[in-house]
């Protein structure tokens, strides 16, 4: 089993969504986030990943989504966060570029498993529990 990962969903003002661009992993946009490690809760997790990757200092609002890969056995958790400071800072190495897009007008590539998560934190329903049979990206 790959290690548990877990991954922010943060909205600005205008309703866009702040994705990160990978200079790993066929270079995709995805949403900040990365690994659990070892006796750090995913929700610590997802806070140290978005500081890491952006700069931002962010807050949990709600786990909306549990995401189970069934292409590599791993297990994701989604969460709505804020940002409650720091400045917008991609740190380089993992990430290039980041920045707000709207929600209609995504870059490319990026994945069908992290569309199916912006669009689960659009709904801004109750916690889902979802299975992902294989990750496909899109051109």
Known sequence: ???PAAFAAIFNPAGEILLVHLSYDQHQW???GGGIDPGESPAEA???EVREETGLEAEVE???G???RRDIDGLLF???CRVTGGVLA???REIVEAGYFPVDVLPRPITNGTLMRITDARANGPVTVKVLER???LR
């Open 1 to 3: 089993m790959r290690e």
């Open 30 to 32: 995805s949403m900040p």
């Open 46 to 48: 997802v806070i140290r």
């Open 62 to 64: 709600a786990l909306y």
């Open 66 to 68: 549990v995401y189970w």
């Open 78 to 80: 989604a969460f709505r």
């Open 90 to 92: 991609p740190d380089g």
């Open 135 to 137: 990750l496909e990206y």
